[in-house]
């Protein structure tokens, strides 16, 4: 497999994005974890990132609403809207 088709395809299991290659194409299990839990530990750190970014941009919002709802809320946008390029400004 290419490393352009492993990157698209790691981009695509990060966002949820449909593909037909498997995580366990492109990344190994570990003693304790499939590729898809691998995987998901990934999705979960590129969101919280994300959302993190939006607090740190919309501060005043997130003071208005609070923590709990404005993280649901970042986390719903980030789903929705996956970021389009490697650099967020």
Known sequence: MKLANIHQAFISGIYNLETDIKPGAF??????????QCLAIYRGSVYGNLCSALADIYPAFLQC??????QALALRYVKA???ASASLD
Do not use: M
């Open 27 to 36: 990344i190994q299990a570990g003693e304790k974890l499939d590729p898809e």
């Open 65 to 70: 609403v609070g923590e709990q709802f404005f």
């Open 81 to 83: 809207h996956p970021p």
